[in-house]
């Protein structure tokens, strides 16, 4: 035993000693080093560090006394690229006290120095010019270079490279970097010698997410043969075939930044993009191997703090879970991943391009905190709080999965404690998400409680920057947030965007009624808690920039600026929309239940409510009163008698110029001269607080005031009457998002009237009419063309509660 070793050995022997001796006495801080080029010999001293294996088997050494007695301690990570073979897992062993938490944390506060990284290094390659722009070199075959099974990331210079793919990738596309829709023809096929392990990825239909194939090889009649498709949970449409594109394909290895690795031959071709230099050899290239690389697994007062997590493995193939009857499905990973942990936090971190979700709260969790952190280019979700299913009661699974009420379990609440509670988001900066799978979010939350989404900035992403996916069990507060750019590579979403499918819901509308007529508590069984937006600003330009869809219950929506697509209230209970202001647009009120309980009060709305599918009695089963319709430059005040003929309320909602300071500047708090009764909230503090994210931090653009006039007029003289019905063209998102269908085609029935014809077939309101006996039906003319020629059919298609149906004259 060599002298380092022995005092090593005294040094851990005396720290517990001194535990011993002085009990639950308070002591100083207890500080350890570690460090990637650490020596075997190492006593954990900034000048002999430990590695992180050995920093752990030490830290549990102190820890095996009572937790009571042991002093706080901090793990300092010198500077360096840490390249983990498996992931850091924390567990009970590993934690500390209320009194004394343990603290992981890089040496250098604040300077990004400290990488956590879950690739492997493929050292000085021999790189050699192959062929029209590519260069190759061999991997060699080393322990040191011990491959993933599968090969399809690199990174060059730390920049994330792409898989030889087709169409080339392009920034300026707007859907999956490029599409085509002939990445499957034959004669391109034809020239694919061996594509086994490439990916076709494919938009839904309906363009509600996306689909992921494996390419497994060649059919015999030369057609590819794939696996996959199982990570949307609305499969029922299909993939999009005109919005896909194929990787990881060698023939189509043809433009600046693409690679390509042959695995049989361990060698690599890349085409480098301007500025890389591969002839010195001294190019860094990393290939991402580990899914996660810290693991909080029932540990509890721990604080990870000030490191960069890089290079995580793609996961898109493994996301199959389906949650309550939401839209997506998940995989419960992430480069940081807590469960059944309490008091934990990771602070003041930079996730930088992991493959999957970048943090994922998984099932019973307590108290953990993520704040001050940096997510971009993840190639899932930002941070994931998601609950186990079984802690539902009578829970579904998929979006048209029904039950008898006799077979529902009618006790309130969870059955469990298995979800994440009392959790925290806070100053963080979420940018470049979903980058492969389109299911995704900046922040999502399922099956959860109380968590707080707060000061966060979260844009650039291809669906919701925040989305809650069911009712179970409420409590969440989202305050402070600056959401923009989403909604940007999918369809019928929101800035923020929820769904609210419970026990109580059945997507037949007169069903849900009726239940919760006979016991209107139903709908709070699950949504026990209401979940309150606060004081955020959002902007949607695709989409409404606050979407409660499908039964979304129990929410409170104020002191909120919204700068383009308005806030859009789908059928639910208890919804409260007070004191917001929504920029050129206003509220959309979608199929609403009798006796819904809404309040809309005390809103500066830009234009009149925009309903789809509310009659006289869904109007009077919410309350709306003392709203303001904003008319720049308009001269005196008026009764708002727009928003009057709608609800058939507003008695007290006026019209007039709001009387803004500034709103070309993005100023929307009222001058002192508003005649407006709005109660003025906080207008400059949207976004993260972080003086290092604020610096880097993007903000939305301000929309310049419009004057809109009255929607609902445009509406009604686009409305045809044919014998007594009325019908239109299915022809406005807001009009596709309320019967769900998968494009605006068809023709919309707004009344059936005494119209014979629809009579007999058995028509409603609402439904949509695709086919007429055997000629398909676009548009209005369509129809009565069609109706004409045979004004008795055998059969027509419609589109009734989101899936076609065929009715029998």
Not at 625 to 639: D, Y
Request: with cysteine; proline share 6%.
């Amino acid at each position: 035993m060599n002298p380092r070793q022995i005092f090593r050995l005294l040094f851990v022997a005396s720290s517990l000693a001194l535990v011993s001796a002085l009990g639950s006495a308070a002591r100083a801080t207890d500080v350890f080093y570690v460090s990637p080029d650490a020596k075997p010999d190492g006593v954990g001293s900034e000048k002999s560090p430990w590695s992180l294996t050995a920093a752990q088997q030490q830290v549990r050494a102190l820890l095996t006394k009572d937790a009571g007695t042991v002093a706080p301690i901090e793990v300092r990570l010198l500077p360096g690229i840490y390249e983990l073979k498996t992931p850091l897992i924390f567990t009970p062993q590993d934690s500390g006290s209320k009194n004394a938490p343990v603290i992981w944390r890089a040496a250098e506060q604040n300077e990004r120095r400290v990488i956590l990284s879950g690739g492997i290094s493929l050292g000085k390659l021999d790189w050699r010019p192959w062929r029209d722009g590519v260069w190759r070199a061999h991997v060699p075959e080393a322990e040191a270079v011990k491959l993933p099974e599968v090969v399809d990331q690199l990174f060059v210079n730390g920049a994330r490279q792409v898989w030889a793919r087709y169409p080339n990738y392009s920034d300026k596309a707007v859907w999956l970097n490029g599409v085509a829709a002939d990445v499957d023809a034959p004669e391109r096929v034809a020239r694919w010698k061996n594509p086994a392990g490439g990916y076709i990825h494919a938009l839904h239909k309906g363009l509600w997410g996306g689909f992921h194939y494996r390419i497994t090889g060649k059919n015999s009649d030369g057609s590819l043969a794939l696996e996959g498709g199982w990570q949307n949970n609305r499969p029922e449409q299909g993939p999009n075939l005109k919005m896909r594109y194929v990787e990881g394909v060698f023939e189509e290895l043809d433009a600046p930044g693409e690679w390509f690795f042959d695995a049989a031959e361990r060698m690599l071709y890349f085409y480098p993009p301007e500025g890389v230099d591969l002839s010195s050899g001294a190019a860094s290239v990393v290939v991402p191997r580990l899914e996660s690389i810290v693991r909080f697994e029932g540990a509890h007062d721990m604080t990870m703090e000030g490191v960069v997590f890089e290079h995580t493995a793609r996961t898109f193939m493994k996301t199959r879970e389906p949650l309550l009857r939401g839209d997506w499905r998940i995989y419960r990973d992430g480069a940081v991943f807590f469960e059944r942990a309490e008091n934990c936090a990771v602070r003041d971190c930079d996730f930088e391009a992991p493959g999957g979700n970048a943090i994922f709260v998984s099932n019973r969790n307590r108290r953990v905190e993520i704040s001050d952190c940096l997510i971009r280019e993840a190639g899932a979700s930002g941070v994931v709080f998601a609950g186990n299913p079984s802690a539902a009661r009578s829970a579904l699974f998929h979006y048209g999965d029904t039950q008898a009420l006799d077979k529902i379990d009618r006790a309130p609440g969870p059955v469990s404690d298995d979800f994440p509670q009392e959790c925290v988001v806070s100053d963080c900066l979420i940018t470049r998400i979903g980058r492969v799978e389109k299911q995704s979010a900046g922040v999502t939350i399922d099956l959860a409680s109380r968590i707080t989404v707060k000061n966060c900035s979260i844009y650039e992403v291809p669906r919701a920057g925040i989305n809650i996916g069911d009712g179970c069990w409420g409590g969440h507060l989202v305050e402070g947030c600056d959401v923009f750019e989403t909604v940007l590579e999918t369809s019928d979403h929101g800035a923020f965007n929820s769904w609210g499918r419970d026990r109580f819901w059945e997507r037949t509308r007169k069903v849900t009624e009726q239940w919760v007529a006979a016991d209107p508590e139903m709908p709070f069984w699950d949504a026990r808690e209401p979940n309150t937006l606060r004081g955020n600003r959002f902007r949607c330009d695709h989409g409404w920039d606050i979407d409660l869809d499908d039964g979304s219950t129990n929410y409170v929506i104020e002191n909120n600026l919204c700068l383009s697509g308005g806030i859009k209230l789908r059928e639910g209970y208890r919804r409260v929309v007070r004191n917001n202001i929504t920029v050129n647009n206003g509220l959309h009120p979608h199929v609403w239940y009798p006796k819904s309980g809404d309040v809309v009060a005390n809103n500066i709305f830009f234009a009149p409510y925009a309903p789809i599918g509310m009659s006289d009695e869904t109007w009077s089963g919410g309350r709306f009163e003392s709203n303001f319709l904003h008319v720049p430059g308009m001269s005196g005040l008026k009764p708002a008698l727009a928003l009057q003929k709608l609800s058939r309320q507003d008695a007290l909602s006026l019209e007039g110029d709001a009387q803004f300071a500034s709103p070309e500047k993005g100023n929307y708090a009222l001058t002192k001269n508003s005649p407006s009764d709005f109660k003025s909230f906080a207008l400059d503090a949207f976004g993260v607080k972080s003086p290092r994210l604020r610096a880097i931090a993007r903000t939305p653009q301000i929309p310049p005031p419009v004057v809109k006039g009255d929607d609902s007029v445009a509406a009604a003289a686009r409305t045809v009457r044919w014998d007594g019905a009325a019908i239109k063209n299915l022809s406005t998102p807001a009009e596709q998002s309320a019967t769900g269908m998968m494009s605006m085609t068809g023709v919309l029935v707004i009344s059936t009237g005494r119209n014979a014809s629809l009579e007999k077939f058995g028509v409603l309101p609402r439904d949509v009419i695709l086919r007429w006996g055997k000629r398909a039906i676009a548009n209005v003319d369509e129809l009565l063309s069609a109706a004409s020629e045979n004004p008795q059919p055998d059969e027509i298609e419609i589109w009734r509660d989101q899936e076609i149906k065929k009715l029998k004259y």
